[in-house]
Each structure stands twice: as C-alpha cells, then as structure tokens.
C-alpha cells in the first residue's frame, strides 16, 4: 500500500500447492491430484523408469523430481498427507474413481492408512 491505496503485484500461484490448501480447509477425505500421466514414475525419462503405486510422505521425500512437472505435485500430496493423514493420489482423470484404492496412479498415504481402512 502507498498513501493508504492498494497497488498491485505479480505473483505466481501454484494450482498443485493451492488444491493441497483448499483440500486441507476443506476438510477433504482426500486430495486427487488428475493429471496425464498414469503413475508418478521413478527414474523418470530412464529406461530403469518403473511407477510407484503405493508411498508414504517420507518416501516421496527422499527421492528427487523436476520442479517444473512432477515436483509441486509431490510437495502438494505431502503437504496435505502429513498435515491431515487422509491419502492423495497423483493419476489420469479416466482413472479417477481407481486411484484411492491404490488400483491405478500412485496413492500418497500415512504408514497406517491400510490399517486405519480395514478397521474403520
């Protein structure tokens, strides 16, 4: 503000980290990340590239992914499964209904998400 008037800034906002946010305000049972690819992939772009079906937060963290694709999508499923315990999931919007149950695209869960389900 200069002399009590609003002036206006560039800024950027990432959809990935702000569905994480809204998810988490929300109180979402959980948080679908759709996208083009099946699977977030490790060793991506690599012959040794396989899918990763199932991951903790903590898992996800050790490994690296570009900034400019797959990385803020995996900083916005951790965000949200560590803060709230509910699982995300990163896949195709044709395998929406599928990607909770761990049959299709990777699904981000809490190390007693299984657990947790078959009980609850």
Known sequence: MRDGRACGVEAVVDKDLTAALLARELDADALLLLTDVAAVQ???????????????PAELGKRDFPAGSMGPKIEAVCRFTEATGKPAAIGR??????????QAGTLIAMPDYARRRSHG
Do not use: H
Request: no cysteine; hydrophobic share 35%.
């Open 42 to 56: 490790d060793g991506y772009g690599t012959p040794q590239a396989r899918p990763i079906r199932r991951v903790t």
């Open 93 to 102: 919007l044709a395998d929406a209904q599928a990607l909770l149950s761990g």
